[in-house]
């Protein structure tokens, strides 16, 4: 199936290894530097688009977790997304809590859900497992739609809080800086899934489950833990969403386009590594942005088609395959 | 009669009327995806571009929607056979399929509804058949022939190519590379140009199910979306590559969606219908019509 990606596998640069702590290290000061830049331009718009961005940024490592190293496609990220979204509009308004404990709680839902997901889901391998996670997304969506205690098919407005936490001047600066913290926490998490054993686990069961089943690595166990992570992820990326848009309805937070992106940016960007969902996230979801700007927001989707039907063809293993390549 | 009874009698009956469209819009996917190995996400986004097509047709000639459709089959064969080629050329010869294609189809699946939206608008588009205000009353049943009509095309053109599966020498070579195209190679037999063929076939089948989707409904450019879930389901419960399947699938599929709706209400339908695939495929990977691999 996939035996084009064994070959790549030794041209891993193997010296020049960073160790766990030094990338957290540096994220956290990534994190850091990219938050007092925006502050330093500091208009809504920036906040807004910054937001925007980071939310694909987790959504589409979170994605790569299970799609990009266990090799399982899930089409189904805009479920896990709008649970996230829709956890913060019942947790908020069941206990009027604010937005970090909400996200916990939306990493709570994710993780079950995604742990469901996977039980139910064992036997499948391909085109199979895909198709149930879009048949989870229509369940999830039918019962959202169905539940009036979040606005139904209605929708749902969220208040954003008066009070604006201390070193913050406006809730978009604040929600900004929060997604900021996420993206660099996420991307921190795959890098450290991927260099370790269970990483390499995932990696062997996505080349060959069969092989790794008889070589001892515990199949059932590591494909268990990938949905739930990249579950609880996901529905992280997607538990600020009522607050960015102060609104949330069925239709749109289980969009299409979630499970699009989720797909479309690991693949621009390449699926094998932290780096690959980074980079394509960022470079998909700002040409989303200054289209939806500059000419409409018809037009954005386009662009992600046409992307992503140029890389697959021209690019398969992504922008880091094409300098991998080069070397 | 028991007014429950003829509702449910009617649900049944509207729903097998439904379930001949699912037929329809699933059985070019029944090649596609269940003979041909080829997981055409976009399938249903071919069905709309062929409605859409359809409606402007009618618009501007006033032609019968259906027949329309029957007109439309070459031009989607050539599409269907040209797509392949890319596919082929980029994905099926590399062996990259898995996830490459489904990303590659899912990109084309976009940009089909895209360039709708962008080329003639996303307000809802529609053909009306002369035959579409009639309905046919048996008892308490009522049979509305804007569903009939295309249900029963529908059947027709599922038998026929049911047929030339299994008659004719070209049919049975696509039935027979659905099972090993290595053996089909040793037969002298271009595996590829079969596969060229039968996904031209496939998409010529799309066009079919717009004309019939359009007589139907009204269709705007994103209307594919929920009969993405809704093909998927019912090929794979109909057990893959068996046509025969697909069809008491789709029936089936159209009466549990329909009698849900009728007695607890339009919303909770998918709900219902997707639940079932998800046990299916939990409990019976195979479909109930399929075989053990």
Redesign the interface.
């Given at each position: 199936m996939s035996d084009t990606t064994i070959p790549a596998m030794p041209t891993l640069p193997a010296p020049r290894r960073t160790g766990h702590p030094a990338f957290w290290l540096a994220s956290a000061a990534v994190a850091l530097v990219s938050i007092l830049a925006l502050r330093g331009i500091g208009s809504e718009y920036a906040y807004f688009a910054a937001t925007f961005i980071l939310q694909y940024v987790v959504l589409a490592t979170a994605w790569n977790i299970l799609g990009g190293y266990a090799g399982y496609v899930n089409f189904g990220a805009a479920a896990f997304f709008a649970a996230g979204a829709y956890t913060t509009v019942a947790i908020g308004k069941a206990l009027g809590l604010s937005l970090l404990p909400c996200i916990g709680f939306a990493a709570l839902v994710g993780g079950v859900l995604g742990l469901g997901t996977g039980i139910l889901t064992l036997r499948l391998r391909g085109a199979y497992f895909a198709i149930a996670t879009l048949c989870l997304s229509v369940v999830l969506q039918t019962i959202v739609v169905n539940w009036d205690y979040v606005g139904g098919s209605r929708g749902a407005y969220v208040i954003r809080p008066r009070e604006v936490p201390w070193p913050f001047e406006s809730y978009s600066g604040y929600l900004c800086a929060v997604m900021v913290v996420l993206a660099a926490a996420a991307v921190a998490i795959a890098r450290s899934i991927e260099k370790s054993r269970l990483g390499l686990g995932l990696a062997a069961l996505r080349d060959d489950e069969a092989a790794a089943e008889a070589a001892g690595v515990p199949t059932l166990r590591l494909k268990l833990i990938a949905t739930t992570i990249s579950g609880a992820m996901m529905a992280v990326a997607g538990a600020p969403l009522p607050l960015l848009g102060s609104y949330v309805e069925p239709n749109s937070a289980f969009g299409l386009s979630y499970a699009v992106n989720a797909i479309a940016m690991p693949l621009i960007g390449g699926t094998g590594s932290w780096a690959g969902p980074l980079i394509g996230a960022v470079l998909l979801a700002s040409l989303q942005q200054a289209a939806t700007v500059t000419i409409s927001s018809a037009a954005n989707l386009m662009i992600v088609g046409v992307v992503l039907v140029v890389f697959v063809c021209a690019a398969p293993h992504g922008i880091i395959g094409l300098f991998r390549r080069q070397k | 009669m028991d007014p429950d009874l003829a509702l449910l009698l009617n649900g049944i009956v509207s729903g097998l009327l439904l379930g001949g469209l699912y037929a329809a819009a699933a059985a070019g996917l029944s090649i596609s995806?269940g003979m041909l190995d080829v997981?055409n996400i976009a399938h249903p986004a071919f069905m709309v571009l062929g409605a859409l097509l359809v409606a402007l047709l009618w618009g501007a000639t006033g032609i019968d929607p259906l027949i329309l459709s029957v007109l439309l089959t070459p031009a989607f064969w050539a599409l269907g056979a040209a797509i392949y080629v890319?596919y082929h050329h980029?994905?099926e010869r590399?062996?990259?399929e898995?996830?490459?294609?489904?990303?590659?189809f899912?990109?084309?699946?976009?940009?089909i509804?895209?360039?709708l939206?962008?080329a003639i608008g996303?307000e809802q588009h529609f053909a009306d058949a002369a035959y579409a205000g009639i309905t046919w009353r048996l008892g308490e049943i009522d049979l509305p022939l804007r569903m009939l009509v295309p249900a029963l095309v529908a059947f027709a053109a599922i038998g026929g190519l049911a047929l030339f599966l299994r008659r004719s020498f070209t049919g049975r070579a696509i039935a027979a590379v659905a099972q090993d195209r290595e053996a089909l190679r040793l037969l002298a037999i271009d595996p590829v140009r079969i596969k060229r063929l039968a996904f031209g076939i496939s998409i010529a089948m799309a066009a079919l199910a717009g004309g019939a989707l359009v007589v139907v409904q009204p269709v705007d450019a994103w209307s594919g979306?929920v009969f993405?879930?809704r093909v998927?389901?019912v090929v794979?419960m109909g057990g893959l590559s068996s046509l025969g399947g697909c069809v008491l699938a789709a029936l089936a599929f159209g009466v549990v969606e329909n009698v849900t709706a009728s007695f607890y209400g339009p919303?909770?339908s998918?709900?219902v219908a997707?639940?079932c695939?998800?046990l299916v495929?939990?409990i019976r990977?195979q479909g109930f019509f399929g075989r053990v691999a």
């Amino acid at each position: 199936m996939s035996d084009t990606t064994i070959p790549a596998m030794p041209t891993l640069p193997a010296p020049r290894r960073t160790g766990h702590p030094a990338f957290w290290l540096a994220s956290a000061a990534v994190a850091l530097v990219s938050i007092l830049a925006l502050r330093g331009i500091g208009s809504e718009y920036a906040y807004f688009a910054a937001t925007f961005i980071l939310q694909y940024v987790v959504l589409a490592t979170a994605w790569n977790i299970l799609g990009g190293y266990a090799g399982y496609v899930n089409f189904g990220a805009a479920a896990f997304f709008a649970a996230g979204a829709y956890t913060t509009v019942a947790i908020g308004k069941a206990l009027g809590l604010s937005l970090l404990p909400c996200i916990g709680f939306a990493a709570l839902v994710g993780g079950v859900l995604g742990l469901g997901t996977g039980i139910l889901t064992l036997r499948l391998r391909g085109a199979y497992f895909a198709i149930a996670t879009l048949c989870l997304s229509v369940v999830l969506q039918t019962i959202v739609v169905n539940w009036d205690y979040v606005g139904g098919s209605r929708g749902a407005y969220v208040i954003r809080p008066r009070e604006v936490p201390w070193p913050f001047e406006s809730y978009s600066g604040y929600l900004c800086a929060v997604m900021v913290v996420l993206a660099a926490a996420a991307v921190a998490i795959a890098r450290s899934i991927e260099k370790s054993r269970l990483g390499l686990g995932l990696a062997a069961l996505r080349d060959d489950e069969a092989a790794a089943e008889a070589a001892g690595v515990p199949t059932l166990r590591l494909k268990l833990i990938a949905t739930t992570i990249s579950g609880a992820m996901m529905a992280v990326a997607g538990a600020p969403l009522p607050l960015l848009g102060s609104y949330v309805e069925p239709n749109s937070a289980f969009g299409l386009s979630y499970a699009v992106n989720a797909i479309a940016m690991p693949l621009i960007g390449g699926t094998g590594s932290w780096a690959g969902p980074l980079i394509g996230a960022v470079l998909l979801a700002s040409l989303q942005q200054a289209a939806t700007v500059t000419i409409s927001s018809a037009a954005n989707l386009m662009i992600v088609g046409v992307v992503l039907v140029v890389f697959v063809c021209a690019a398969p293993h992504g922008i880091i395959g094409l300098f991998r390549r080069q070397k | 009669m028991d007014p429950d009874l003829a509702l449910l009698l009617n649900g049944i009956v509207s729903g097998l009327l439904l379930g001949g469209l699912y037929a329809a819009a699933a059985a070019g996917l029944s090649i596609s995806f269940g003979m041909l190995d080829v997981v055409n996400i976009a399938h249903p986004a071919f069905m709309v571009l062929g409605a859409l097509l359809v409606a402007l047709l009618w618009g501007a000639t006033g032609i019968d929607p259906l027949i329309l459709s029957v007109l439309l089959t070459p031009a989607f064969w050539a599409l269907g056979a040209a797509i392949y080629v890319v596919y082929h050329h980029f994905f099926e010869r590399r062996g990259d399929e898995a996830i490459q294609g489904l990303a590659f189809f899912f990109g084309v699946m976009f940009i089909i509804e895209v360039g709708l939206v962008l080329a003639i608008g996303p307000e809802q588009h529609f053909a009306d058949a002369a035959y579409a205000g009639i309905t046919w009353r048996l008892g308490e049943i009522d049979l509305p022939l804007r569903m009939l009509v295309p249900a029963l095309v529908a059947f027709a053109a599922i038998g026929g190519l049911a047929l030339f599966l299994r008659r004719s020498f070209t049919g049975r070579a696509i039935a027979a590379v659905a099972q090993d195209r290595e053996a089909l190679r040793l037969l002298a037999i271009d595996p590829v140009r079969i596969k060229r063929l039968a996904f031209g076939i496939s998409i010529a089948m799309a066009a079919l199910a717009g004309g019939a989707l359009v007589v139907v409904q009204p269709v705007d450019a994103w209307s594919g979306h929920v009969f993405i879930g809704r093909v998927f389901a019912v090929v794979i419960m109909g057990g893959l590559s068996s046509l025969g399947g697909c069809v008491l699938a789709a029936l089936a599929f159209g009466v549990v969606e329909n009698v849900t709706a009728s007695f607890y209400g339009p919303s909770w339908s998918p709900a219902v219908a997707f639940g079932c695939l998800l046990l299916v495929l939990a409990i019976r990977p195979q479909g109930f019509f399929g075989r053990v691999a």
